[in-house]
């Protein structure tokens, strides 16, 4: 073995044996479902590839990564990619942590790398892996280089947004810490970088539909989260709302998502489609009257579905449905069964010029499905790894070792908080939507460990520039 190579093993061998056992894990992915599994927000995404225009529930962002990958004509292409991303992210973990002691650095970089969930996550057609890259890269750029790649994090939280619109806080969260080392004006150039993609997806989204934003759903989900708690005795809403009110008590309330799907919705039950300006309008005024009429209602509300982020075990929620697809199956799943995404499905084919659907292959589906029944990281520990950054801090202030500079965890670990707090305030819990959170997470621990601060003065300096070498890890 080469001298630099051995050198490589021995500094990053640990590492490096996660890496190749992520990489295993993702080989069996693909040879154990060929080529791809499906969701049902994947037959959206294909019909935007093949009609490129803004929809009323999703940005377009992944689509367009699929309409990068089209010539190859594959959804195992794709998934492909997915898993290189998500490999990716573990090492921009573990890369934005080199000054953390190694052994830290590592077990940050362990979830993305091995958690069986995020393996099976990359595997679905769905938009969250790309997500999770996109502000990994963003967040591992603001705490490991200089100021010079403002205009390139902007970018990316642009890109993330209009993957998934739950990155539009991000924009402000990154731009915050750069305010907060005095740095205006790179901050100012992130939001001018962030917001100019942004706005001209809005615009086209206003000359396609004539509505403000980037989605027209909005107050749709916004209604549907608190239908878990409004009272329409207790808000008196206006006439013309009170066509939105559910008699049944909230405890005999089905989730949340059922608001906005099931046919017997009130939302669902409005002329016109659930998505349309009247009745998006209509449920956000309903929203607003349920929040400002029952605040702390909806604060328990928020609570509770944060809350499920950090339970030990993994109930069944929202449905049986829905927890089933973030499951490797045991048969091959069915054709689906909305019409929307029955017609997206035809997209699809014409997408993979053939047949589509999920080929299970033993050993390899059954290796995996049994490694997914204990490979996976519990959110009582992941609400542990949140609570090591402030912990760090205050055991160093109790300790009486107090830095003169900014330390670099927060702004990884606020990403990865709002990451998670947003869809609970906003929709509902998902388990999905907690996976992009948890590198970031595990980063900000790895982080509040490392020996070195960014100074508040000298925009140019790399952080740990003013570390002596015979401290650095």
Not at 80 to 86: E, K, R, S, V
Not at 237 to 242: I, Q
Not at 246 to 256: L, Y
Not at 408 to 433: G, K
Request: hydrophobic share 50%; with cysteine; aromatic share 10%.
């Amino acid at each position: 073995m080469p001298r630099d190579a051995a050198g490589l093993v021995r500094r990053h061998g640990w590492f490096l044996g996660l890496f190749a056992a992520g990489a295993a894990l993702r080989v069996l992915a693909m040879l154990g479902y060929r080529p791809a599994l499906w969701f049902p927000d994947t037959y959206t995404y294909v019909v935007t590839v093949f009609h490129p225009r803004p929809d009323l529930v999703r940005p377009a962002g992944y689509s367009m990564f699929l309409k990068l990958l089209e010539p190859l004509h594959s959804f195992g292409a794709v998934a492909l990619a997915q898993h290189l991303l998500g490999l990716a992210t573990g090492l921009l973990v573990y890369r934005a942590a080199r000054r953390a002691p190694r052994w830290a650095a590592t077990l940050a970089a362990a979830p993305v790398l091995l958690d069986a969930y995020q393996v099976e996550l990359e595997h679905l057609l769905v938009s969250d892996t790309l997500f999770m890259f996109l502000i990994v890269l963003a967040v591992a750029l603001c705490v490991t280089r200089r100021t010079s790649t403002v205009v390139l994090i902007g970018l990316l939280l642009a890109a993330a947004t209009l993957t998934r619109t739950v990155g539009q806080p991000l924009i402000v969260v990154l731009a915050a810490w750069f305010v907060l080392r005095r740095q205006i004006r790179p901050a100012g150039v992130l939001l001018a970088a962030a917001l100019v993609p942004v706005v001209a997806y809005g615009a086209w989204f206003y000359a396609t539909y004539e509505r403000v934003g980037i989605v027209g759903a909005n107050g749709v989900f916004l209604y549907a989260r608190t239908m878990s708690f409004a009272d329409c005795d207790r808000m008196d809403p206006a006439p013309d709302l009170r066509v939105l009110c559910d008699p049944r008590p909230p405890e005999q309330r089905p989730p949340s998502q059922e608001y906005i799907w099931a046919k017997d919705s009130p939302l669902v039950l409005l002329p016109d489609i659930t998505f349309a300006k009247a009745n998006d309008d209509l449920a956000a005024r309903f929203a607003m009257r349920a929040i400002t009429a029952q605040p702390l209602d909806y604060a328990a509300s928020v609570l509770t579905e944060l809350g499920r982020t950090f339970v030990w075990g993994r109930p069944v929620y929202p449905d049986a449905e829905v927890y089933g697809y973030y499951q490797f199956p045991e048969t091959p799943p069915g054709p689906p069964g909305r019409y929307p995404a029955q017609v997206g499905a035809e997209y699809a084919k014409l997408y993979e010029q053939g047949a589509i659907g999920t080929e299970i292959v033993e050993p390899y589906a059954g290796v995996l499905r049994a490694y997914q029944g204990f490979a996976r990281l519990p959110g009582t520990v992941l609400l542990a790894v949140l609570l090591v950054p402030p912990a760090a801090a205050l055991a160093r202030r109790w300790r009486g070792r107090r830095r003169t500079g900014v330390p670099v965890w927060p702004v990884s670990w606020s990403a990865a908080v709002v990451l998670l707090i947003t869809p609970a305030a906003t929709a509902e819990f998902d388990y999905r939507y907690v996976l992009p959170a948890v590198p970031l997470a595990c980063l900000a621990a790895a982080l509040s460990l490392r020996p070195d601060v960014l100074r508040q003065s000298g925009s140019e300096k790399e952080f740990g520039d003013d570390i002596p070498p015979n401290v650095r890890v």
